[in-house]
């Protein structure tokens, strides 16, 4: 007997019922960036496996641990992108999108990481990022967090917690490294495996570590805002400055760090207690060096991610859950091949004439009673009845399916008149 087919591990499909509400916020979304002056980028899904070991960093869990990496047939080693922020200044510096001009993009779609799947977390999951190039000053750095702030009013969620730190430069980063790696090595037996691994790779990802028994430890390390560089410090003091004046409330944790290393000066996230652990529901911040990094010319960067599955639990979470949108209209017909013609021309005037109308016409043949129950239950506001008599006659017979009223018969030159009164 042959395995039963279902979905990879951590690789969920979203059911009609489910996308139709994803759909929704997608769109609501894409209005506010699109107010802001955002534009869509479309990025492939494969990337060469060393623009992600190069911009990530090959210490980091994604890359070490994490990636879906495989050789293709001409030997090239390629993986499933894991993030979008790599794939994005790829593209702008293969097609010159950063040579003397600013850039305000968007994308969204599908990342992949070789993670534990638990609620909130995929191998398979979906992000939407935001990402401003060219932009040297904090008024980017105010102006995504602004964003993000009214993506959630617009979606109605309430609850969400702003968090803001700064890495400073990388030369400052580079020297409160040496002074985190001098405290771990004092208090190494108190390290678990995960932290003594990233002590000499990565030791700001210790800080991010969400060992209760580390947290006493983690508190007592020297803070990076106590290292900052005085060009780093200007800088987090003026946004601080215009998120006040826009009225952002914040709070400044000295331990948020980002699992990314390109990241540097401002980093922000913003966190809920509604979804267990998984708390992180947009993150992102300042990445100056990476484009450098990646050969090309110095650009300033800053930019964001929101996790859409987080997201989605945390609407429903919230009680402002999306409902599917009725029908307007199901369109009833008898068997016969003339009359099944008649009604899907009828179908598609009355689609040219009301281009938000949602109406279904029924295809797969049987009788009046049979599909006058497939009417009710699609949730159509109306049933349109379309026989030999009515072909003849070009009338449809047009019946309430949520009130007892009686049906009537309608000219069709005067159905998308009648339609047009109660439909939204």
Not at 47 to 68: H, N, P, W
Not at 98 to 121: A, C
Not at 123 to 136: K, L, P, S, T, W
Request: charged share 25%; aromatic share 8%.
């Amino acid at each position: 007997m042959s395995e039963k087919l279902q979905a990879i591990r951590g690789m969920r499909d979203i059911l009609p019922e489910e996308s139709v509400r994803w759909q929704c916020v997608e769109r609501k979304i894409i209005q506010v960036l699109d107010r802001y002056g955002y534009q869509e980028i479309r990025l492939p899904i494969l990337e060469k496996t060393e623009l992600f070991a190069r911009s990530i960093g090959e210490q980091t869990d994604i890359v070490a641990k994490e990636m879906y990496s495989f050789e293709d047939r001409n030997g090239d080693s390629l993986t499933l992108r894991p993030e979008g922020t790599a794939g994005c200044v790829r593209a702008g510096l293969e097609h010159g999108l950063f040579y003397n001009q600013t850039q305000r993009l968007w994308y969204m779609g599908p990342m992949f990481r070789h993670e534990r799947p638990q609620k909130g977390r995929q191998r398979q999951f979906h992000q939407i990022g935001v990402e401003a190039f060219g932009f040297d000053g904090p008024d980017i750095d105010a102006e995504l967090i602004i964003l993000s702030a009214r993506l959630w009013r617009e979606l109605g969620i309430k609850d969400i917690t702003l968090q803001l730190n700064s890495l400073g430069t990388l030369q400052a980063r580079s020297k409160y490294r040496e002074i985190l790696i001098d405290y771990f090595l004092k208090h190494e037996e108190q390290l678990d495996e995960d932290s003594r691994r990233r002590l000499q790779t990565n030791p700001l990802r210790i800080l991010d570590s969400k060992n209760p028994e580390l947290q006493g430890l983690i508190n007592s390390a020297p803070a990076i805002k106590d290292h900052l560089d005085t060009e780093s410090e200007e800088h987090f003091d003026q946004l601080l400055h215009m998120l006040n004046e826009a009225g952002i409330e914040y709070e400044i944790n000295p331990r948020l760090v980002r699992g990314l290393d390109y990241y540097g000066q401002t980093v922000f996230e913003w966190v809920t207690d509604q979804l267990g652990a998984q708390g992180a529901i947009c993150a992102g911040g300042r990445y100056n060096g990476l484009i450098e990094h990646f050969g090309g010319k110095s650009v300033p960067a800053f930019g964001f991610a929101l996790g859409m599955e987080r997201l989605m639990a945390l609407i429903k979470t919230n009680g402002n859950d999306i409902e599917r949108q009725p029908l307007h209209a199901y369109l009833i017909l008898s068997a016969e091949e003339e009359v099944i013609a008649a009604g899907l021309k009828l179908a598609e005037l009355l689609r040219d004439q009301l281009p938000h109308l949602r109406l279904t016409t029924h295809c797969g043949g049987g009788s009046f009673k049979s599909q006058f129950k497939r009417a009710d239950k699609s949730g159509a506001l109306f049933g349109l009845i379309l026989g030999s008599e009515e072909v003849e006659n070009q009338t449809v017979g047009l019946k309430s399916l949520r009130d007892k009223s009686e049906q009537e018969t309608i000219p069709w030159g005067n159905i998308g008149k009648i339609l047009a009164k109660n439909i939204q």
